[in-house]
């Protein structure tokens, strides 16, 4: 499993971006913008046009479990093209990876791919040169705000999550139906709370604070000015006084639920499903989530790009594609994977793989910028660093 946690060290170019104005967004959670994606200014890197032949190799920056012999021994036997596997374990670290010039490739998160946009250092896709990349890809990973920018693709999607609230029902006997039993100082299950420990969890506080104080006028978690912000560190400092520990290392975060230093928390279907244990269970509260959507994104600069498209399409067939959900625990993006087997349905009945009711309520992880997400002009929004910043003064 992978650690998504964010460093102080973080460096933000995002935040530099000048406004060049911004499309309609739309009413469903996650705050995307209309099918143009979000309008700002950034690096014209050009597209590929056509493929070339095969260069031989495709060297990848990506999560583990997301790049296995079980399906990238048949890429190299089929294409010539040999894979060259690089883990990471956060997201900064894909950054700086990126940057190194080394990779064509990497599975990039939410948090991660408007950084590498703004830096220039990935390249707009020619989706024509992925056929997978069809109509079978759910609408829910098409045209996000995280990854399309001016009407360009910059992502090729793999797989989603909801940060989802786990709580052990032996302890928590009534379903919780809202997140206050892990935001409010009253919780009866204080000194028992888990909560995840990186600065996009600023977010996790905005979704609860647009359900609870709407007066702050929050309308997209990832679009924070400094009032809004403000708001979300006072209740995450409160929220620090009833939290029993901070997890980024999954592992840890089961070890805390099985252990019993942690009855209720953030957490996801996969690590609720690795506790094996059904007494702990799981539920998307009233006020909505954050969650994390995954896509495979081109070095602006790769030396191998058409063993890379070749790795994008292939990838995202449905046999492929259902393989790495599988193997790393997560919806799926083709939905056509659904179908194959009594075991791929029953896994994307587990993940809601295909409902989109569900995934409307989920705020998939978005770099924050100055320019806000959520198409306010009149203000200018905490970027990234801001975040960061404001962290490690909860932490402290």
């Not at 193997?327 to 791929?344: H, I, L, Y």
């Not at 994307?348 to 295909?354: D, P």
């Amino acid at each position: 499993m992978r650690s998504r946690m964010m460093t102080g060290a973080a460096l933000v170019a995002v935040s530099l971006l000048a406004v060049t104005g911004c499309s309609s967004t739309s009413e469903a959670a996650g705050g995307e913008e209309a099918a143009g994606g979000l309008q700002i200014d950034v690096p014209d890197v050009p597209m590929q046009e056509e493929l070339g032949d095969y260069e031989g190799e495709v060297n990848i920056v990506a999560w583990s479990g997301f790049v296995e012999p079980a399906w990238s021994d048949a890429f190299t036997e089929e294409t010539g093209c040999v894979v060259n596997r690089r883990v990471a374990g956060t997201s900064d670290e894909m950054v700086q990876l990126m940057r190194s010039g080394d990779y064509d490739l990497v599975s990039a998160s939410g948090d991660a791919s408007l950084r590498l946009i703004a830096g220039g250092d990935v390249a707009p896709l020619n989706l024509d040169l992925i056929p997978n990349f069809g109509d079978d890809i759910v609408e829910g990973m098409k045209g996000q705000v995280y990854d399309t920018i001016n009407g360009k693709s910059y992502g090729v999607p793999i797989g989603r999550g909801a940060n989802i609230l786990q709580y052990n029902s032996e302890v928590v006997t009534e379903e919780p139906t809202s997140w206050d039993v892990a935001w409010e100082a009253d919780s009866p299950y204080a000194g028992k709370v888990i909560a995840y420990d990186a600065p996009i969890y600023i977010a996790d506080a905005a979704v609860y604070l647009m359900a609870h104080e709407p007066e702050l006028g929050i309308t997209n978690p990832y679009a924070l000015d400094q009032t809004q912000l403000d708001a979300a560190i006072e209740l995450l400092q409160q929220q620090n006084e009833i939290v029993s520990e901070y997890w980024a290392d999954p592992a840890a975060q089961i070890t805390s639920f099985v252990g019993g230093t942690t009855v209720l928390g953030t957490s996801w279907e996969v690590l609720r499903k690795l506790t094996e244990d059904e007494k702990f269970k799981s539920v998307l509260p009233e006020e909505g989530s954050t969650g994390w959507s995954d896509a495979w994104m081109l070095a602006a600069e790769a030396e191998n790009p058409n063993c890379a498209y070749a790795w994008m399409d292939y990838t995202s067939s449905p046999e492929v594609n259902g393989a790495i959900a599988m193997n790393f625990g997560m919806a799926p993006a083709n939905a056509a994977f659904c179908e194959t087997s009594d075991e791929a349905k029953e896994h994307c009945e587990y993940y809601h793989a295909t409902d989109e009711e569900y995934f409307d309520k989920v705020w998939f992880w978005t770099t924050p910028i100055e320019q806000c997400v959520d198409g306010r002009t009149d203000v200018t929004c905490t970027n990234f660093q801001q975040w960061t910043d404001a962290w490690l003064s909860v932490k402290s």
